[in-house]
């Protein structure tokens, strides 16, 4: 099919007219003497006129703030200055997610509408569908100033960081509220992460507590974490910050955590609450609250850090405008703790919805009792993965056939690309047709989505439905090759190209954390091409509708089944463990028939060093302690040689493109262009002799 043909359409709103992002661009009409009537042309109008789109999308939304300010934003600033929105107002992320702005009242008063008291606000759900618990919104916001008050007893002050090793339960969501509510900075990890993998992130941010459950499930077998949680502390021996661990208890009864140091249990920790409840501490628009982690792919994962502003407004847009999520919504995000869409999940709860923590795998105790659960609790809205729906699909299970869907409106998919085949299969096979399938793509950079869902569009086959109002996307021409100073070009609708922002957004991280001088900022958004972002995505406009179609990560992230990661937290194992090994290369293969990636690791042995199955074997032994299952590559092969530059760079990208099936031609800068031929029999991996490597 051409990239100017027309896609099936799958699904239209019933009464686009009735959503608020339609009333929204109303007001901006009857405001401003226009006359928008299309979701094109209302993106079109937000990103010409960032400041006064998000002026009124800032008093539309009913954020809960104090202070004025006297301009939105300088729109003439360069990108890559990082400038600063709504300089003057100030604002608590915990305030804003457990209150509602009180209608007709001033901005700062804080009320309780959709949010009452006895109304459920999370319900907690334990692997395969069990451990169903409902906490209230009174009951969440007393809980949260109780373990406020203990960490403000404890020394826990604005600015200071609170890291978290746990599951998606009311524990880690009470620890957020209660960091937030002081001014302080969150930060999680999920506890499938390796130790290494752990100290590689709360090294950099220095914490002053780190709370850990003391057990884990998945796929029904129980873990128990003292070991790692001993680990861990003896890790950050060297952090003067560091007070100490805070055991959660993962069952009804806590287990004994005395014998790992410098440890005490939650009911401990909480019993030290003054009973004053602490005041949700003000915070400015861009002042640091959430602390997420780039994948690693070259070294230390970078530290993202989000504003509070920025976060509040971008997702307030996403869920009240895109989304169409308010109080009377149920939202069920599949996610651990240690994946963006575990913020995305809780922030939900902006608009007063229900979420439903969901812990464990989706898979447990068979294939039907997740889809099972979506409909026995009423889901309005399901985020999960094309890996999900491609496990459905594999299996012949039709959810709307194992369920009633009846509630659900919305599903979204994100964390890989979501093939058309899917697409098609979710309306013939999959769901019931009123329901609105959401492709999104964005990410832990923005804590936000470039691409996503809408309601004022049809749903076609293939891509997002459109870009986010307010974020400004541009496609670049992928063949300059860029660097400092550079511009790029703009390619036509129907090109392929880098998706790039050419100008600033609310949600852009405020700065990196030890990054003083912005050099790593710079180097990670900005050197690409002059004064714009380039996020490392292969995208295309669609000609006719408009769509935003995502087609692959133009950098060597490693992407199996929708988990992100960089290669140099596998390159870290190898160096550390594997002296026999000289160097490796670890790529990511998807060819056009692969419905999901695989991880290909390739080792180059010292002279007189033996690569054996032995090898194999520790090598995925070692990665999956050190890191997780998750990380452990699908297949290790020997190399002769590894593709480096001039500058003796190792060279990934030709590489994942040879294994996905490509040819390439070799760039000038390749020291050894000649490496390259050997991985091209890879793009065949099926058909070679000895595959006595593969899992």
């Known amino acids: 099919m051409s990239s100017s043909a027309v896609p099936r359409k799958l699904w239209e709103h019933p009464n686009p007219q009735g959503t608020e992002m339609y009333r929204l661009m109303q007001e901006i009409n009857q405001k401003h003497n226009l006359k928008l009537k299309t979701f094109w042309e209302l993106y079109q109008y937000s990103i010409k006129n960032r400041a006064q789109f998000w002026d009124q999308a800032f008093h539309f939304l009913d954020i809960i703030h104090d202070g004025s300010y006297g301009k939105v934003v300088d729109e003439s600033a360069r990108i890559d200055s990082v400038p600063i929105w709504f300089e003057g107002v100030s604002l608590n992320f915990a305030e804003n997610l457990l209150y509602s702005r009180e209608p007709g009242a001033p901005s700062s008063k804080r009320g309780k509408a959709g949010k009452e008291d006895n109304k459920v606000a999370v319900t907690e759900v334990r692997e395969g569908y069990t451990e169903v618990r409902d906490v209230t919104w009174g009951q969440l916001r007393k809980e949260v100033s109780v373990l406020a008050d203990a960490m403000k007893a404890h020394g826990v002050k604005k600015g200071d960081r609170v890291v978290v090793v746990a599951s998606n339960s009311v524990d880690t969501l009470k620890v957020l509220f209660a960091i937030t509510t002081l001014g302080g900075l969150f930060s999680s990890s999920s506890t499938d992460m390796g130790v290494q993998g752990v100290l590689q992130r709360a090294l950099q941010v220095a914490p002053k507590y780190i709370f850990m459950d003391d057990f884990a499930i998945y796929n029904g077998k129980k873990v128990d974490l003292r070991d790692k949680m001993k680990r861990i502390v003896d890790g950050m021996k060297d952090i003067s910050e560091f007070q100490g661990m805070v055991s959660m208890p993962r069952f009804k009864d806590p287990v004994d955590i005395s014998k790992v140091s410098r440890t005490e249990t939650l009911a401990s920790f909480v019993s030290k609450a003054t009973g004053k409840a602490p005041d949700f501490e003000p915070t400015a628009f861009h002042d640091p609250f959430f602390i997420a982690y780039s994948s690693g792919t070259t070294g230390n994962p970078k530290c993202i850090v989000h504003s509070v502003g920025g976060c509040i407004l971008s997702s307030a847009k996403e869920g009240k405008l895109h989304g169409q999520i308010n109080e009377k919504s149920v939202v069920l995000q599949y996610t651990t703790t240690g994946w963006i869409m575990y913020f995305s ?103 936000g989505c470039f691409g996503g869902e809408n309601p004022l569009t049809p749903v076609y086959v293939g891509g ?232």
Request: hydrophobic letters at 35%; a negative charge; one cysteine or more.
């Open 345 to 447: 999940s809780v922030m939900n709860l902006l608009g007063g919805a229900r979420v439903i923590l969901y812990d464990g795998s989706p898979f447990q105790p068979d294939l039907k009792t997740f889809i099972r659960m979506v409909g026995e609790q009423k889901v309005t809205k399901l985020g999960t993965s094309p890996r999900w729906m491609h496990e459905m699909q594999k299996n012949n299970i039709s959810p709307r056939e194992v369920t009633d869907l009846s509630s659900l409106e919305l599903v979204t998919s994100t964390g890989m690309v979501l093939s058309d085949q899917l697409f098609e299969w979710f309306y013939d096979v999959g769901f019931p047709a009123q329901v609105q399938l959401g492709n999104i793509s964005g990410g832990t950079d923005l804590a």
């Open 464 to 695: 997002t439905q459109g870009p986010s109002l307010g974020t400004p996307v541009e496609v670049y021409d992928s063949l300059i090759e860029g660097g400092k100073g550079v511009s790029g070009a703009p390619v036509p609708h129907g090109t392929p190209g880098e998706l790039v922002a050419p100008a600033a957004f609310p949600n852009m991280p405020v700065y990196l954390w030890n990054d003083p001088d912005g050099s790593r900022y710079f180097g990670a958004y900005f050197e690409k091409y002059d004064n714009v972002w380039t996020h490392g995505d292969f995208v295309m406009f669609h000609p006719v509708t408009k769509n935003l179609l995502f087609l692959g990560r133009a950098d060597g992230v490693l992407n199996p089944s929708g988990v992100r990661f960089g290669s140099a937290e596998i390159y870290s194992i190898i160096e550390e463990k594997f002296p026999q090994v000289a160097d490796s290369i670890c790529v990511g293969q998807r060819r056009p028939t692969d419905s999901d990636e695989s991880v290909m690791l390739f080792l180059l042995m010292k002279p007189g060093e033996k690569f054996t199955t032995a090898l194999v074997n520790d090598v995925k032994t070692a990665i999956r302690k050190g890191l997780s299952a998750r990380h452990v590559p699908k297949y290790v092969f020997e190399t002769p040689d590894i593709p480096t530059t001039v500058n003796l760079k190792k060279v990934e990208l030709p590489v994942k493109q040879i294994v996905s099936g490509k040819i390439i031609k070799p760039s000038g800068t390749l020291l050894n262009p000649q490496s390259l031929d050997y991985y091209y029999q890879f793009a065949k991996v099926e058909e070679l002799t000895e595959p006595k490597s593969k899992l």
